[in-house]
């Protein structure tokens, strides 16, 4: 059973940061690109790479911070329904009768209210890892001030890690989602 959790974390983890590495540099990109026509098309030289440069990574947390929401919300439909080692998140559709049935096609829109409860759940994992980690940068670390050392890269390592447990933690904290043999 950890390793389907395991494939599954490393299946959602890969389509997570190459889809919201991907839009946050094509839309940096993008921008950048937007201000370097707007600003007259200066002749490329060294100065001007390096502005372009500043411009670009300006704009690519910011853009990153975006498309890692929209990342986390379309990756949650390619968790459902593939078999890992044996087993399988399954997405159930309720009724009011007693019985439940699997969803096949998942849409969007059947993610809406499973994806609040997992991101609720992200959120207070991530929560509960900056609550450690504060404490252990106090005691072991000496900065300046108590969030130096937090940017998005290290809350983006958090996500990951928070991912993994929000995985296990996700079948008994949402009653549309079961773990199924498969």
């Known amino acids: ?11 959602w983890s890969l389509r ?3 889809s919201s590495t991907l839009g946050a540099i094509l839309l940096s990109f993008l921008v950048t690109l937007f201000i370097y026509f707007k600003q007259g098309m200066q002749t490329l030289n060294d100065e001007t790479y390096s502005a372009l440069f500043l411009v670009f990574k300006f704009w690519f947390p910011l853009f990153w911070s975006i498309t890692l929401l929209v990342s986390l919300f379309r990756s949650l439909k390619y968790i459902f329904n593939t078999c890992y080692n044996g087993y399988e998140l399954t997405l159930l559709e309720c009724h009011k009768e007693s019985k439940s049935e699997k969803i096949e096609l998942i849409g969007y829109g059947d993610l809406v209210k499973v994806w609040r409860r997992w991101l609720m759940l992200l959120i207070w994992l991530v929560g509960a890892q900056m609550i450690i ?3 252990l940068t106090k ?4 900065f300046d001030s108590v969030f130096e050392w937090f940017n998005i890269y290290v809350l983006y390592s958090f ?7 929000s995985f296990v933690l996700l079948s008994s ?7 199924k043999k498969c």
Request: proline share 0%; glycine share 2%; net charge positive.
């Open 1 to 11: 059973m950890s390793r389907f959790y395991l494939l599954l974390w490393l299946k």
């Open 16 to 18: 997570l940061s190459i």
């Open 133 to 135: 980690a504060l404490i």
């Open 139 to 142: 005691l072991f670390a000496s």
């Open 159 to 165: 996500l990951l890690l928070s991912g993994y447990i």
């Open 173 to 179: 904290r949402c009653k549309k989602v079961k773990v």
